[in-house]
């Protein structure tokens, strides 16, 4: 079975920075566009990055020029760069792949979140 775990969410001040980082792990055939969402409380799960399996990006408005998606094909990673953060960004954050396994088919899968909260 496929897995992601997020890791790197945290308390960060208004113009601060954090970087979460998403590890894919399982039996795995192939890996195609891999992306972070965030929730807010009260919110609908909206697309923050995404980064497409040959290197196509895109980024919610409200996020560019602050955030910046990369991945990783050697290690099945996808990591999110955040810079200038704002209290706008609060929300937990949730990695998404788009992955075939060797032993089903290919789906969407998601990591169980993490959080990030900036004070003002």
């Known amino acids: 079975q496929v897995q992601l775990v997020e890791s790197g969410g945290g308390l960060v001040q208004a113009g601060g920075s954090l970087r979460l980082s998403c590890a894919v792990s399982?039996?795995?055939?192939?890996?195609?566009?891999m992306g972070w969402y965030r929730q807010a409380p009260g919110k609908q799960r909206e697309l923050v990055a995404a980064?497409?399996?040959?290197?196509?990006?895109n980024y919610a408005d409200s996020v560019k020029g602050r955030f910046t998606i990369s991945r990783d094909n050697s290690k099945n990673t996808v990591a999110l760069e955040m810079n200038s953060l704002k209290p706008q960004d609060t929300a937990v954050y949730y990695c998404n792949a788009d992955a075939t396994p060797r032993s089903g088919r290919r789906g969407y899968y998601w990591g169980q979140g993490t959080q990030v909260t900036v004070s003002s």
């Open positions: 399982g039996s795995i055939f192939s890996l195609n566009a």
């Open positions: 980064i497409s399996g040959v290197g196509r990006l």
